[in-house]
């Protein structure tokens, strides 16, 4: 089966993240030697914009190609997440040297609300046979906001920014993580109607 052009570029995405973690975890070595290497700082910063822009663009070929294919929809989410996992974890290891350096709650949080996710999917589909996943403007808004909480410690920007945006994405979090917990809920009922029936 050959790829859609949406296919290959959120390939692209997904190899680009080691290259951007290499960067980042260099930049940081470079930093404890006590010779920071600025370009590795910039270069980080320019990747993982890369990969932001990429997936706006591998989903806008989709739908102007109309080729929206089952291997997309599974490799688009699992490309945002590795991106979004990853530059989370790097920011807020106690060897980060990005300031500020996000609060470990905050990173726990995400991927606490990304593993109850992928559980319950996998849960609902033992159960139901199928998962029907609806994505919901929270869940495009929550990615969003973390994303933009990642751009603004590259970027070195003003802290207080960074907290504030740390907190409606933590908000967010919590929101879209309720919202898709009660989607499958609501799909394990119906399913139970069908056999009761």
Partial sequence: MALTLANKITVVRILLIPVFIILVLYFDKSVIAGEPNSL???????????????????????????????????????ADKAMLLSALVLLSLPSSAFSPSLPAWFVVLVISRDVLLVGGALIIQSIVGTVLVRPRLSGKVTTFFQSMVIIWVFLGLHHKIVYALIGIAAALTFVSAVQYILDGIRQLEKANNHVGN
């Fill in 40 to 78: 590795m700082r910039r270069v980080a910063t320019i990747v993982f914009f890369s990969i932001f822009l990429l997936d706006a663009l591998d989903g806008y070929a989709a739908r102007k190609r109309k080729e929206i294919t089952r291997l997309g929809t599974l490799l688009d989410p699992l």
